[in-house]
């Protein structure tokens, strides 16, 4: 057995794996939901309203439940999960906004009139907002009005927490008050931390997450502070709570919106307070870690089974979005500090690398680790490399840089076993493709005899290069992929380069040639595509010399009919013919009844 073989066996037992996990995951779910039925409530309908179990009124009398009983059980369980949700849900949700907007009119009457002072209004509203969250609480946990109480409790904070917002935020309560930042700030803090370890201990994401959401509203206020630590330091605070948090509770919708909101406070620090190259690094730098680490816990959470979280395709989609983000904003802010540190455009890139070497060793460390694989970070580590060579180099380094990262990405993927790295280099040669065809077919200068120098680094090069390239690839995992003959599926892969392959080809014929030139370009690009396929048995090759041939004939009878003078369409219409005449008759000497599959090599199943 050599090393394909074995490289065979271990993808095939990965699949099986995964499918025993993702099958296991489900029989933990419908069990779950098994026991959460009551022994003592009939199983029909109990799915449909275990969602108001805990609004639920005492049972009706037997008279009444033998009236309902007559009733479909389907029809009955419908309107009450209707009823339901009209009468908790959206009649709570509407009552808690007016009682916030209610406040709100009733700060503004008390200015009008002059109802108490602006030091009793603070105190009246954010009192009154600690008993609606109180008493929102006690009748989620004592006395299982779970839904209601979550939405009264979260009303009571948000009127508690703009009540001591405006000792503050508001012009005229600061003057006659004189209340001094650091209150306002200790005051919202205490009252954010406070609500945020209530509804982790109860087990109520909204409401921490709208208590946190209150908390990035305050960092924006910090923004006043005399120093320019201040906010970095209190959003970094607040990230790092988040972080800890997902130990005990893996809310991942908690962690990926507050790695927005992190970084877009910190923005509006960056746009207001103009800091310093070094504070911007290394705020960046810290948000950075931060939810690396996050990440990290999540994906622990969710592998260990040890909480509810569960690994499945929402929660994947989840922590590659976390992963994604967390790079391309921490790269923004280290290229921003440091342009700001060295003025010069020498250093262009270095942010994008070090992220992109941050990314592979979290990828290595969950790789050696009992816990999922964070595959997102492996392909993000390759395509963030890829970026910090474009943004280093010039138009046509970059090209032959990215080709080179695709390879090598390529290469460790085999050697390492490390699909994610693959996954990596196909978006960085999906975006080298956009590249070529918007910057390097514009920017690059066509050949030039005159010029030897610029032809070398000039847009047939780079075109030239990027086909053989992706002919190679196409190539190599046409041979080399140990998966495919696991998934049974078509080699979309290989098939994708070669057509890429292709198409570059055809473009660059026609952007350095002209006329009748681009006709006999294409007619003979077309043909040794055909023969390669018909010499190596390749299908997909044939395939893609038959467009090319289509894409000849076209051109030589809709343009060069019109547009070439008679000596060059005849040519032209030569060239063609015998072209396809040749092309012809390697078809019929192939029709030996030879079967064919489908992939793009014939032998892609060996």
């Known amino acids: 057995m050599n090393d394909e073989d074995l490289q065979r066996e271990v993808e095939r037992l990965r699949t099986e794996v995964d499918a025993l996990h993702r099958r296991l995951e489900t029989i933990e779910e419908r069990l779950t939901e098994d ?34 009983s007559q009733e479909p059980p389907e029809a009955s369980a419908a309107d009450r999960d209707l009823e339901s949700v009209l009468g908790v849900r959206w009649l709570g949700l509407v009552g808690a906004l007016a009682l916030v907007v209610g406040a709100v009119f009733f700060v503004r009457l008390a200015i009008e009139i002059g109802l108490l002072g602006p030091a009793g209004r603070v105190a009246v509203g954010a009192l009154a907002g600690l008993a609606l969250f109180g008493g929102g609480r006690y009748a989620a946990v004592r006395r299982g009005r779970v839904r209601w109480g979550r939405i009264a409790a979260g009303a009571g904070l948000a009127i508690a927490y703009f009540s001591t ?6 012009e005229s309560y600061r003057e006659a008050i004189g209340t001094p930042l650091w209150a306002v700030l200790l005051a919202l803090t205490l009252l ?16 921490a997450g709208e208590a946190f959401l209150l908390g990035y509203v305050t960092a924006t206020l910090s923004t006043d502070a005399a120093t320019v630590a201040v906010t970095p330091v209190y959003v970094l605070l607040l990230a790092g709570g988040i972080a800890a948090i997902a130990t005990i509770r893996p809310w991942s919708r908690l962690v990926v919106s507050s790695a ?20 911007i690094g290394g705020a960046g730098a810290a948000a950075f870690a931060t939810y690396l680490v996050g990440g990290y816990v999540l994906r622990a959470a969710a592998s260990t089974g040890e909480s509810d979280a569960t690994f499945d395709r929402s929660f994947r989609t989840q922590a590659a979005v976390l992963t994604v983000a967390n790079a391309g904003f921490a790269t923004l802010f280290l290229e921003i500090a440091i342009r700001s540190a060295v003025a010069t455009s020498a250093v262009e890139g270095l942010g994008a690398v070090a992220v992109a070497a941050a990314l592979a060793g979290t990828y290595l460390l969950t790789d050696r680790r009992p816990i999922r ?7 993000s580590a390759v395509a963030f490399l890829a970026a910090g060579i474009v943004l280093a180099a010039g138009t046509f380094a970059a090209t032959v840089g990215t080709l080179a990262v695709v390879c090598a990405a390529v290469t460790l993927a085999r050697i390492g076993a490390t699909p994610a790295l693959e996954v990596g280099a196909h978006v960085v040669a999906g975006a080298l493709v956009v590249k070529l065809l918007a910057v390097d077919a514009t920017d690059l200068p066509a050949f030039d005899a005159a010029d030897p120098a610029a032809t070398l680094t000039g847009r047939p090069v780079a075109f030239a290069l990027a086909v053989a390239t992706f ?7 046409s041979r080399a992929d140990p998966a495919a003959d696991v998934r049974g599926k078509e080699a979309t892969v290989p098939a994708g380069y070669a057509a890429a392959a292709t198409g570059l080809g055809v473009l660059i014929l026609g952007l350095e040639l002209s006329g009748v030139g681009i006709s006999i370009a294409w007619v003979l690009f077309g043909l040794a595509l055909l023969g390669i396929g018909l010499g190596g048995g390749v299908r997909g090759l044939r395939l893609l010399g038959v467009g090319v041939l289509a894409l000849a004939t076209a051109k030589v009878f809709l343009f060069d009919t019109r547009d070439l003078e008679a000596v060059a369409r005849t040519a032209s219409f030569l060239v063609l013919g015998v072209a396809l005449l040749v092309a012809s008759y390697c078809y019929a000497r192939l029709r030996t009844g030879s079967s064919e599959g489908l ?6 199943d060996r």
């Not at 799915?47 to 009444?64: C, K, L, Q, R, Y």
């Not at 002919?471 to 995992?477: D, E, I, S, V």
Request: aromatic share 12%.
């Open 35 to 68: 026991d959460s039925v009551p022994a003592d409530e009939p199983t029909e309908g109990a799915s449909a309203t275990d969602g108001i179990d805990a609004d639920a009124e005492p049972s009706p009398t037997d008279e009444a439940g033998a009236a309902e």
């Open 165 to 170: 917002y405006a000792a503050y935020g508001f």
């Open 192 to 207: 954010v931390t406070v609500t945020a370890g209530a509804s982790i201990r109860d087990g109520a994401p909204l409401v």
């Open 260 to 279: 927005f909101a992190t970084y877009g406070v910190l923005f509006l620090w960056l746009v207001d307070l103009e800091p310093s190259a070094v504070a």
């Open 373 to 379: 694989r964070d595959g997102p970070a492996g392909a």
């Open 471 to 477: 002919y190679g690839l196409a190539w190599w995992f």
């Open 599 to 604: 992939g793009l090599s014939d032998r892609i």
